[in-house]
């Protein structure tokens, strides 16, 4: 079998709203084969910017259309092609954006294995591991803390055990902060588990002083108080408190989680398939975990593409701790460009049993949003 194509397809909603919502658009890649078999993949980014990394020209050997490099080559070589993408476009590639964009391609790669093969792409990873995942209700919070606590009785009434809320307001002041996880807590009652994501907007020694606050209130994690490259701030408040900090949805490759895990000491490290540089990379990223004694869990906040390939990864390795859902307000295109919809079924997620991914594109959606 032999790549003859890729094809990048940019989608968005008609009202982008200014909010940290990165559902509202998506970049889609498909790769062609001379089989007749289509992997789908996806990749969360700036998304026309990684679709110049695929679709662009080679320039040469150190910056080369990703395109470029796969079309002609056998699907099934998964951990070459990487390797070849990775190598070929090393000159402004080793971060970031291209590593987004490679991992688009390669999610894509495995889907057209399991659909050649008849087989999910978890038994191809080796997985097995479940039969279910449990997952959080991932959401932003309200614009308030009041409107944060009825969103969690809703998110609590629909049978989810553990519920996340990120993002703004959260950051502006310490009063604010507190009553966002407190109403958050109150609303969700006891029993479930509570995750804060706050959204890169501390220091380390006010974050700390955020984690003892919000201990009161029982949180499950804090994510992300810190921005990304104050790796030194994330051990000293790793450190420090006994709460845990979860990070790594702006990591791209296994070498800048390797700085996120061995500098920034973080306690949970966070994946996202459609940007760490696919299922190849994300099973490094997991076991360069599981030999530092650290859980893993999936970040995806777009498509049901992004939260199925996460399924499958946290299937095969045995150190995933839960999975991401996004709980949010049914966005017109997550609910319309796949045929499937996933749905949460008392706190847990099903794993897919469909030969590749076991996503399929709806196209009459596609064009609707296609730009
Ligand atoms: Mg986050």
Redesign the pocket.
Known sequence: MKITRVETIYLRQPEVKFQCDSGQDALIVKVHTDAGITGIGEVDSNPLGARGIIDGPFSHTTAAGLASLVVGEDPFETEKLWHKMYRGNIYGGRRGVAIHAMSGIDMALWDIKGKALGLPVWKLLGGGFHQKIRCYASSLFGHTPEETGNLARRYADQGFTAVKF?WDPMGQDAKTDVALVREARKGLGEGPDLLI?AGLVWDSKTALQRAIAFSEHDIFWL??PLRPDDYEGYRKLSEATSVRIAAG?EESNRASFLDLMDKGRVDVVQVDLTRCGGFTEAMKIASLAWDRGLPVAN?GFTTYINVTAALHWLNSIPNALICEFVAEEETNLRESITKQKLRAKDGYLDIPQEPGLGIELDEEAIARFRV
Do not use: N, T
């Open positions: 990120g994501d994510e992300e949805e970040h």
